[in-house]
């Protein structure tokens, strides 16, 4: 009915040991005479054993509702011999341990079968009677004892239930108490018995995992297994090892879990090993539902590690994938990886002009179209803004990485139609092999240099990265960082070249144009040589504004020596008119120089106005507004669309010398020239040819009255010392 591992927990939970025992024997008073007189009679009470269990009996016949109680003859026979046995022991000793697992195994029977400490009371009660009636008779001071008898064991027995349930009261307040923190943390709870391996599972353990108690009767780990992951299985069987053998101080590990819906969630699994009071193995624990954490979790990951509106790897994700292909290279020496570094060509042209909403949508079709070109196995990253990473694993050779690039570029080539617009887009494409080497920014700087001889080399095209492009890079850096110090170091100048009005019979100088000139290790360098690589810098505007107030200050000086009529003509870049504070900036050179308005010149090229920007318009109509005349420069062999002479403030035309040129006999060049020269006096504008570099040039402008010119046959651009020579011989 009982284990011995049982017996022995309830003796200690009791706390009986032999001292214990003798301590209640003294509390009692017991004596050796108490024992001396019942041997007296020991005989007499076994002889009258078998009558009380008769009694006792039919005494519990009465109590149908209790059929554990019932008592059959055989059962009568056995109980009164180990009656017999029983109190002959307690009287005679020892009280020993044997005593004690005896008397409380008694007890823990009583329990099972259902006997009630009140019934436990009564029945000895019925025993005393019955005794204390073999002893002295039954007379009237038997039955007043009986009465007394009774009357104590009632008492008793209500006090021994009040004690009963004052404990079970904490006990259950306890309970309670944990039950209600456990829902307040939302936890199932499990414990399973190693030994026996079987599980507790709670009602709110299967609640998580969305199965009825039916489903799983009598559960045991393999339920548990069965329904993890595949993928997690692993893990959290090492996990429960690790806890087993005492390598961790608990189980603490997440992992999926499938629910009786046939889906997986993420849980949370804790628990303890301990020893019960059986001295068994026990693991008692949670189980946390942290799906929805997990979820955010791998939202926040993929968030960190992809591009929100792509939905590429992001520069963090490419850092990984540039990291394991390093790796690979150097576990795997017959393959190659290739690196693709790839700039949108003017691409701040469609947000500009389109605004940002379009330019996204583009950057979404540009990165579907390049994610096409790919093979599986190969990385397409957004490393920002317009610019896109490839990581091409497993080539043969580099050149199968230009193929790749040449896709790439072919497939940009189709227009993107998105609203109502129709866009136009290609790229620069930077091609590099990752060396067995680390160093990630050397591989990304290396690509991002080919990507720059694409760029300059004309755009559109790719560019394979060579050893001597880290030496131009530097000198490319060295020379970047002296333009930033160059106009502090005065090392910046202005040559002038003469404009004649060339109509009368003598060419007579009636403007001049300033050239910018950069003094640099002993060369003078033209503006195509860095004017570039200043605007990239950052200081161009800056300069710009050094060379309009240098240049009115020189020529207001030699109006004032020479011809009061002399005007300044100087080249305005793109970044200069979108730039707000140009028009104040030619403001302050006016008022610092002294010269009129409509004696600066600003000349701009038909690329400006191709641009579809709302604040060259405004530029140009701001400086018209303050008198300044503008030249439309090389005009003649772009796109201008004529329309434009009429939508801007165009006061001069400024021909392209490939129209006067008459050294190939180019009767195309020439007509176009001479329609030209008669579309700009048609309206009302100025027409400077430029280039005249012989005779026959300028007598073909002559020839067609355009008004003035200008080139190396007339001047060549001198300093300002060298050109007193021309007004000199005004």
């Known amino acids: 009915m009982f284990s011995q591992d049982e017996l022995s927990a309830l003796i200690k939970r009791v706390g009986l ?28 009470l076994e002889n009258a054993l078998a009558p009380y269990f008769k009694k006792l009996a039919q005494h519990l016949t009465k109590f149908s509702d ?15 011999q180990k009656k017999q046995a029983y109190y002959q022991k307690l009287w005679d000793g020892p009280r020993d341990e044997d005593f004690i697992r005896n008397r409380v195994g008694v007890g823990l029977v009583h329990h099972k079968i259902g006997l009630e400490p009140y019934q436990y009371l009564g029945s000895f009660r019925i025993f005393l009677e019955h005794m204390l009636e073999q002893i002295c008779g039954q007379n009237q001071q038997t039955e007043l004892y009986s009465s007394l008898l009774k009357a104590v064991f009632l008492d008793i027995s209500l006090a021994l239930e009040s004690y009963y349930a004052s ?7 306890d309970r309670q108490r944990f039950s209600r923190s456990m829902r307040g943390a939302n936890d199932g709870i499990w414990e399973w018995d190693l030994k026996n391996d079987v599980l507790y599972l709670s009602d709110r353990w299967l609640e998580i995992v969305k199965l009825e108690r039916e489903a799983i009767p009598n559960p045991s780990t393999r339920d548990w297994n069965d329904r993890i992951h595949p993928e997690d299985r692993h893990l959290l069987r090492q996990a429960v090892r690790n806890h087993l053998n005492g390598r961790s101080n608990s189980l603490d590990h997440e992992y999926r879990i499938r629910q009786g819906n046939g889906e997986y969630i993420w849980v949370l699994t804790r628990g303890t090993l301990q020893l019960d009071e059986y001295g068994n193995r026990r693991i008692s624990g949670t189980l946390a539902d942290i799906h929805e954490r997990k979820q955010n979790e791998q939202k926040m ?14 520069r963090s994700r490419l850092d990984q994938f540039l990291q394991e292909a390093v790796q690979n290279n150097e576990r795997n020496q017959g393959k190659k990886t290739a690196l693709l ?27 579907r179209r390049l994610q096409q070109c790919l093979r599986p196995g190969d990385h397409l990253a957004r490393f920002g803004g317009d610019e896109f990473v490839v990581l091409l694993n497993d080539l043969v050779q580099i050149n199968d990485a230009k193929h790749v690039a040449q896709r790439m570029l072919d497939a940009l080539q189709a227009p993107v139609h998105i609203q109502d617009n129709c866009l136009a887009m290609s790229a620069s494409i930077g091609v590099t092999d990752l060396p067995h080497s680390d160093n990630l920014t050397d591989i990304l700087q290396a690509a991002d240099l080919a990507l720059y001889q694409a760029k300059m080399a004309g755009k559109a095209q790719y560019a394979l990265y060579t050893e001597c492009m880290q030496s131009d890079a530097q000198k490319q850096q060295i020379k970047q960082q002296a333009l930033l110090c160059a106009l502090s170091n005065q090392e910046f100048s202005l040559h002038y070249q003469p404009i004649f009005a060339v109509t009368e019979e003598q060419p007579r100088v009636v403007a001049v144009e300033a050239l910018l000139r950069w003094n640099y290790q002993g060369e003078c360098l033209e503006p195509k040589d860095f004017l570039g690589t200043l605007d990239t810098v950052g200081g161009l505007f800056d300069v710009g504004g050094w060379v309009l107030t240098t240049a009115c200050q020189q020529v207001r000086q030699w109006q004032q020596e020479y011809n009061q009529e002399l005007a300044c003509a100087i080249n305005i870049a793109p970044s200069q008119l979108k730039n707000k504070n140009l028009i104040q900036q030619v403001k302050n050179a006016l008022a610092i ?26 530029s140009l109509r701001a400086l018209a507004d303050l008198g300044v005349r503008i030249a439309l420069d090389d ?23 490939q129209l006067i040129n008459q050294k190939d006999n180019d009767d195309v060049h020439r007509n176009f020239g001479q329609a030209i020269i008669s579309l700009g006096h048609s309206l009302g504008l100025d027409v400077v040819a430029e280039g ?3 005779a026959t040039q300028l007598s073909f402008v002559q020839q067609h009255n355009c008004q003035y010119a200008q080139g190396y046959f007339l001047g060549t651009p001198v300093t300002a010392e060298l050109f007193i020579q021309h007004l000199q011989c005004a």
């Open 635 to 657: 005009f003649g062999l772009g796109y201008t669309s004529l329309s434009y002479l009429k939508r801007f403030p165009i006061h001069i035309l400024k021909i392209d010398k």
């Open 692 to 694: 005249v570099e012989q």
């Open 593 to 618: 120089s002294g010269l009129k308005p409509e004696q600066l010149i600003l000349e701009i090229t038909e690329e400006q106005l191709q641009v579809d920007c709302l604040v060259i318009p405004k």
């Open 301 to 314: 990951s993929y968030a960190a590690f992809h591009d929100p509106l792509t939905g590429l790897p992001n």
């Open 66 to 80: 209790q059929p554990n109680l019932a008592l059959c003859e055989s059962s009568l026979q056995s109980m009164t």
């Open 167 to 173: 404990s079970f009261k904490d006990f259950e307040e």
């Open 341 to 367: 570094f790839i700039d949108l060509d003017n691409f701040k042209f469609v947000n500009d002009n389109y605004g940002h909403n379009i330019g996204d949508m583009l950057l979404i079709e540009i990165a």
């Open 17 to 44: 040991d032999v001292a214990s025992l003798e301590e209640r024997s003294r509390f009692l008073e017991w004596q050796e005479a108490d024992a001396a007189r019942l041997k007296q009679v020991a005989p007499l």
